[in-house]
């Protein structure tokens, strides 16, 4: 988003939350917009209204943030987790000899709950009442943590997920990251 489309944003928080605390200063305005200027105005804007219609509070950051990705990633709110078991179920029942494709067809979610193919050929290869109590179980917990993970990761620019991801690499090899 551009500047001068952020201004307008903050023109309509201004004018429906007549805090005069709310964004006071050009120091506030800069950090509001290097925090949300990777979103596209539209999102930004359709977030904000949404927002506007349903609370009677100012909007934080992350209220922007996170109205934003529900409207980009509808896909992370769809599928509950007995749904996305389901599909599972069905990937198991044909994993004995086709474990990678099944894998590959799976939503991302449940790829991570799962961890990869061969998981799914051991699952085929045991007894049903292990995988319908034990390991549906586990597979409820991942995918409920890999849900999680994926909306708290689509909150953020991309820019800020591969610094993290350098971070991490960096501290897996002991080297020291770069002052900011």
Known sequence: MRKEEFKILVKAMKAVYADPKFIPDQYAYDVWFAMLEDLSYEAAHSALV??????????????????????????????????????????????????????????????????????????ATMDSDTIGSVEQSHFIRNYRTAVERMKLDAKLPADFRNRIAEIRNMALIGVTAPAM
């Open 50 to 123: 949404k927002f506007m219609m349903t609370s009677k509070f100012p909007p934080t950051i992350a209220d922007i943030r996170e109205r934003a990705t529900e409207l980009v990633h509808p896909d992370l709110q769809e599928m509950s987790e007995l749904e996305a078991w389901s599909l599972t179920r069905k990937a198991i029942s044909n994993s004995i000899y086709h474990a990678e494709e099944e894998f590959e067809k799976l939503p991302e979610a449940c790829k991570i709950a799962i961890g990869n193919s061969e998981t799914l050929r051991e699952w």
